[in-house]
């Protein structure tokens, strides 16, 4: 199929129904595009769609090599609209489509950078490209275009973004810089120009404030181990050097040290039985404690352990530790360049797609480190932008034994908090989710009561006041226990904001306050 480039947008119908098809797209004789897609051929669920701006007036070819139909594509001088009603108000989330790991996060000139990886194509994994937001208070996000494409290196996964404060690159004062990995076993366009079962470590740059990647091939990390990925870049200040930290197989990792940022030089290799993927390396001062401070290594399902760092090398000082209370938490990233902060986001894995998007980014939280009995644990809040959009805050009677909270289609925030709990349960129901907080037992239990499954077990601290703050949002519920150390997420069903939540205590409540974010 050939087809003179007329309008900005190329549109592509998509079909759960169908199977995957290979689409090749040449301008000029240049592959410049490989798409894996169900392409509907007499329905679609919606319209996908690629940016053919740049091509304007110029000739495009399609082939898809099964010789199959390419008719109902077009092109269109609008984007598809994607209209679902019950989407997510405080996640951020696809149009359309799949979106993963967090990458890149940074924050620069006012503005945080939200990358992250996602399929344009269909909300299933394939097609690995990177997706861009922005927002000035982590919670409005506007999506950008695609920054990030697959391209003859192979697929683009995970990595991170830096701020050159020192133009040491010579693009600029405060160009940002991007590390990544570059898949090359995932596509089709590289294991055809021989570089398949390749990942290598790629260097891009921007001046135009993140809007647009530029490749700069002085840098090039070879492989090192089968499939090394997700380098997370940062500058260690107190030795005055640049660390790479870099995954590379089973529970190993690698640390790397630069000057320059071009040229690295392997300083350590560690290993972390329980531990894989998006290594995270931090400094969080102890709670009560600001002089004491420690540094933590996270790795992709939120298990992490503590220890101190010289810029070299990193010497464990704990035993493995969970950060998360759910399964649903994958791959978090920190945001870059943001001062006495630090400012988490994970992806948040959900099943269902019936808006034709799959996949969200945790609501911002905020970190830091509590000491207790001895043991470190890292402890999660929601950042404090998010309580400047609360509405009215409504407290119910102390004492509280039942009570129905509506949440008025909005987001919602429930805090509850006990006195002393001895014995006794409270029992929290929305939709056909049960949270069960079991005092005798000393546990927090969620189940789906439509299918069985239980969703979370929590045991809880013995402690003179227990608190449990609930995030309320469209397909998802954030919650925090245990002083912010117990951090988890649990699916809903359909249009939970709908509904609303019931209070049901064999024991008095002694504070329950809610209010419904104006997003």
């Excluded at 790991?101 to 939200?114: E, M, S, T």
């Excluded at 294991?191 to 993140?210: A, P």
Aim: charged share 25%; with cysteine; hydrophobic share 35%.
């Amino acid at each position: 199929m050939k087809i003179k480039i007329t309008e900005p947008y190329l549109w592509l119908p998509v079909d759960a129904k169908e199977e995957k098809v290979l689409l090749h797209l040449y301008s000029e004789g240049e592959k410049i595009d490989e798409i894996a897609i169900r392409l509907g051929v007499t329905d679609c669920d919606y319209y996908a769609y690629k940016d053919v701006s740049a091509y304007k007036n110029k000739e495009l070819e399609i082939i898809r090599y099964d010789e199959g139909n390419l008719d109902r594509i077009f092109q269109y001088p609008e984007k598809p609209q994607t209209v679902y009603p019950f989407r997510p108000k405080l996640h951020y989330h696809m149009a359309a489509g799949w979106c993963n790991d967090p990458c890149g996060l940074v924050y620069a000139d006012g503005i945080y950078h939200l990358y992250h990886q996602c399929n344009p194509y269909g909300p299933e994994w394939e097609n690995m490209h990177w997706g861009h937001a922005v927002s000035n208070d982590l919670i409005h996000w506007e999506r950008k275009g695609l920054a990030l494409c697959p391209d003859e290196n192979g697929t683009a996964y995970t990595g991170s973004a830096i701020v050159d404060k020192k133009n040491l690159l010579g693009y600029g004062k405060d160009a940002l810089l991007f590390y990544h990995t570059a898949a090359g076993v995932k596509n089709e366009w590289s294991r055809t120009t021989g570089k398949q079962f390749n990942f290598t470590q790629r260097l891009y740059y921007s001046t135009d404030g993140g809007e647009t990647l530029v490749r700069d091939d002085r840098f090039l990390m070879e492989q090192i181990a089968p499939l090394n990925r997700d380098p997370r870049v940062f500058y260690h200040e107190e030795s005055n050097g640049y660390i790479m930290l870099l995954y590379l197989d089973k529970s190993d990792y690698a640390i790397f040290r630069s000057e320059d940022l071009l040229n690295w030089r392997e300083t350590q290799r560690l290993s972390f039985p329980g531990m894989w993927e998006c290594p995270e390396l931090f400094e969080l001062p102890v709670e009560g404690n600001e002089n004491e401070k420690k540094w933590i290594f996270w790795s992709v399902e939120g298990y992490y352990v503590v220890g101190t760092f010289d810029g070299y090398t990193f010497t464990t000082e704990s035993s493995l530790q969970q950060g998360y209370a759910t399964s649903t938490f994958h791959a978090a990233q920190l945001f870059s360049n943001v001062e006495n902060r630090v400012i988490h986001i994970s992806w948040v894995w959900i099943k269902n797609g019936r808006g034709n998007y799959r996949g969200m980014m945790s609501v911002p939280c905020e970190l830091s480190l509590r000491k207790n009995n001895g043991r470190y644990q890292v402890a999660f809040r929601s950042v404090r932008e998010l309580s400047e959009l609360s509405g009215k805050i409504t407290v119910l009677p102390r004492g509280t034994i039942t009570a129905k909270l509506p949440f008025e289609k909005k987001a919602t925030q429930v805090n509850l908090t006990w006195a002393h709990p001895q014995h006794g349960k409270t029992t929290l129901e929305v939709q056909n989710l049960q949270m069960v907080m079991d005092f005798t037992k000393k546990t927090l239990d969620i189940h789906n009561q439509g299918t069985g499954e239980r969703l979370a077990g929590v045991t809880l601290e013995d402690t003179e006041t227990c608190e449990l703050h609930l995030l309320i949002d469209q397909e998802v519920i954030e919650f925090f226990t245990n002083r912010g150390t117990s951090y988890g997420a649990v699916e809903t069903e359909e249009n939970v904001l709908g509904g609303n939540l019931l209070v049901k205590s064999e024991i008095p409540v002694d504070e329950i306050t809610y209010h419904r974010f104006e997003v």
